[in-house]
């Protein structure tokens, strides 16, 4: 299975990293794996080339090279830290970036796991990549949750296993 996980953490062993890293460990898969806040990626500029030409015409940072990997993929994994009630700012300009693939359905009916972990109890950033995979009429398998973690221990905490071991019974 070929898989395309993204974190929008920029903590390259942050719990976002790790919880990714369970859900590859646990559904016996590997694939590209991205930290996007660590590259450079320029936002959507808005000019609607897009629509024509049915790829973006930004051609200075990562992003053709990922929207390729995604799209070759059977599985995207997108994960992101909870950042006052939202996701990263990194990973929101890569979701606007994907706004070229929308106009041709490019993502309809790919599977994709979307996670979020905070340490305040809400989650309205998990809706947001539920609202954008909805958009781009992905077939969402899984949404998780870790909320309250405050520690750097996501591996022992219950719900997260709880979360992991739903989702691995989804691949067996």
């Not at 950042?83 to 990194?90: A, D, L, Q, R, T």
């Not at 359905?105 to 979307?114: A, E, S």
Request: hydrophobic share 40%; charged share 25%; glycine share 6%.
């Amino acid at each position: 299975m070929k898989v395309t996980a993204l974190s929008g953490s920029p903590l390259k062993r942050g719990n976002v990293a790790r919880l990714i890293e369970m859900l590859l460990k646990e559904i016996g898969a590997s694939g590209k794996y991205e930290i996007i806040p660590s590259m450079y990626m320029v936002p959507c500029q808005e000019c609607e080339a897009c629509i024509k030409t049915g790829s973006c015409i930004i051609k200075s940072d990562k992003w053709s090279t990922i929207a390729k990997s995604m799209l070759k993929s059977d599985l995207i994994i997108i994960g992101s830290p909870v950042y006052f009630y939202g996701i990263s700012g990194p990973l929101k300009t890569f979701l606007d970036r994907t706004y070229c693939l929308w106009h041709k359905r490019r993502l309809k009916g790919k599977k994709v796991i979307l996670c979020t972990v905070n340490s305040r109890g809400t989650d309205e950033a998990l809706d947001s990549l539920r609202l954008w995979a909805q958009i781009h009429e992905m077939k969402i398998i899984a949404a998780i949750s870790v909320e309250n973690i405050k520690s750097k221990n996501i591996e022992k905490d219950k719900n997260t296993q709880q979360e992991i071991k739903k989702v691995k019974k989804l691949f067996k």
